[in-house]
T-cell receptor, first 112, second 112 residues
Framework: GENVEQHPSTLSVQEGDSAVIKCTYS??????FPWYKQELGKRPQLIIDIRSNVGEKKDQRIAVTLNKTAKHFSLHITETQPEDSAVYFC???????????FGTGTQLKVEL | DTGVSQDPRHKITKRGQNVTFRCDPI?????LYWYRQTLGQGPEFLTY????????KSRLLSDRFSAERPKGSFSTLEIQRTEQGDSAMYLC??????????FGQGTRLTVV
């Protein structure tokens, strides 16, 4: 089955700096890669996603890149703000509507 | 509220008791998923439905766990003879076949 590894487990940055979180996956048939943000005590919420026919996607301060050959994808957050502090999860999915396999999460802390 | 709703939000039960959780998905979503999340980990897949059909169950799902979605709308997850290791957050999510998975707030189960 699919295995998703995520690094780092914790990340501390200064406000205004960039943050990068990296994930690798094992199943070459996976074709959908979402990123979820989960604040303490709240539900995971999708912040950006990418499909395997695209190499990069950007939404304001957030971007995701995908390298299918190397089977890794990354989340980039620029100009970080305190409200970006949360746990971020990457995930991989094989086929439309199937289960998501999640990474172990990255605790991002944006310090003033 | 048109999001995914779960009931109850919290459940404390004694070891050996049975518990049942309910999930109401977004109304037009035909896919419904159950995940389990423990502290510091990403959501772990348990099972999912397309309409009323249960399409996949995780090998991690023991015989004590059963899920139903009798009319293709809401779903229930029952845990029989609860054990302390069952303590976790149980998350429900729903989606259309190729769309984003929306998560509910979860049911936090504590087995004492």
């Amino acid at each position: 089955g699919e295995n998703v590894e995520q690094h780092p487990s914790t990340l501390s940055v200064q406000e205004g700096d960039s943050a990068v979180i990296k994930c690798t996956y094992s199943d070459s048939a996976s074709n959908y890669f979402p990123w979820y943000k989960q604040e303490l005590g709240k539900r995971p919420q999708l912040i950006i996603d990418i499909r395997s026919n695209v190499g990069e996607k950007k939404d304001q301060r957030i971007a995701v890149t995908l390298n299918k050959t190397a089977k890794h994808f990354s989340l980039h957050i620029t100009e970080t703000q305190p409200e970006d502090s949360a746990v971020y999860f990457c995930a991989a999915q094989r086929g439309g509507g199937n289960k998501l396999t999640f990474g172990t999460g990255t605790q991002l802390k944006v310090e003033l | 509220d048109t999001g995914v709703s779960q009931d109850p939000r919290h459940k404390i039960t004694k070891r050996g008791q049975n518990v049942t959780f309910r999930c109401d998905p977004i109304s037009e979503h035909n896919r419904l998923y159950w995940y389990r999340q423990t502290l510091g980990q990403g959501p772990e897949f348990l099972t999912y439905f397309q309409n009323e059909a249960q399409l996949e169950k995780s090998r991690l799902l023991s015989d004590r766990f059963s899920a139903e979605r009798p009319k293709g709308s809401f779903s229930t997850l029952e845990i029989q003879r609860t054990e302390q290791g069952d303590s976790a957050m149980y998350l429900c999510a729903s989606s259309v076949r190729t769309g984003e998975a929306f998560f509910g707030q979860g049911t936090r189960l504590t087995v004492v």
